[in-house]
Nanobody, 121 residues
Framework: VQLQASGGGLVQAGGSLRLSCAASGRTFSSSVRGWFRQAPGKEREFVAV????????YYADSVKGRFTISRDSAKNTVYLQMNSLKPEDTAVYYCAAGKVVTTNPTAMDYWGEGTQVTVSS
């Protein structure tokens, strides 16, 4: 499974961005897609995850109510709509694919290249 993330950039606090992650390859082996992020000097942390078949979504408390994860099955793409962005959301965002719904990044099987999100105050 290959994952290609895009959509990062620089935005002012309170602004919005939408990240995309297109998948290719043996995607049928991965029933879960997720977003994680890593800020400088910090460990990679869970942001959101969605089950591909049922569309059930789960969020980190820090982004709940501001971020929305969704998927487009026809395009094999998962999105992360980020609203009301805060400077503390600044990080490299990674999309991932796996077999189980989890908040643990080590449990995901495939990773895309990260995309930088910078929120200025």
């Amino acid at each position: 499974v290959q994952l290609q993330a895009s959509g990062g950039g620089l935005v002012q606090a309170g602004g919005s961005l939408r990240l995309s992650c297109a998948a290719s390859g043996r995607t049928f082996s991965s029933s879960v897609r997720g977003w994680f992020r890593q800020a400088p000097g910090k460990e990679r942390e869970f942001v959101a995850v969605i089950s591909w078949s049922g569309g059930n979504a789960y969020y980190a408390d820090s982004v709940k109510g501001r971020f929305t994860i969704s998927r487009d099955s026809a395009k094999n793409t998962v999105y992360l709509q980020m609203n009301s962005l805060k400077p503390e959301d600044t990080a490299v965002y990674y999309c991932a694919a796996g077999k189980v719904v989890t908040t643990n990044p080590t449990a995901m099987d495939y990773w895309g290249e990260g995309t930088q999100v910078t929120v200025s105050s």
